[in-house]
């Protein structure tokens, strides 16, 4: 009977440890590290985001994403950061290296992608418009890429 209640409490202590393991292993998002666990694309060439780094940092960090099939037209990588509220800011890659197909990391600095008072212009177009300023407070902002209109999995940025 001893032998049988000591192999029912270790099997018992096993299952829990396995879920745990279930739980922290196959959830969507690791928080501690950042890194994203699953793509919502069935597609070969659809863009995922592995990582982002920093997770968090105040206005003007250099926060680098990597993954895969990242860059968009003629090699462009940019990234969205979308606030709680809706409100999207398109960041473009600085580093200057443009893949004209796949891309694995984008560069940005968490920024408005204009002051107050600029006069944008089109990259490809050349066509100018006014700045849409709106600063970038601190909370919590979704991160995705969307090359060739397929959006990537979500990571999250903290803006401090």
Known sequence: ???????????????????IFYYFQFDKFNQSD?????????????PIIDSINPISGPVGTIVQIRGKNLSGFEGDLGATFEQSNGKEFYLVDKSGNYPKTGGSLITVIVKEPCEKGDTVIADYSGKSYPCEYEPMTPGVYKVYTEPWGKKSNEVIFTVL
């Open 1 to 19: 009977m001893k032998i049988t209640s000591k192999l029912l409490v270790v099997t018992l202590v096993v299952v829990v440890i396995c879920g």
């Open 34 to 46: 950042n890194v994203a666990q699953t793509n919502t694309n069935n597609d070969d060439t659809a």
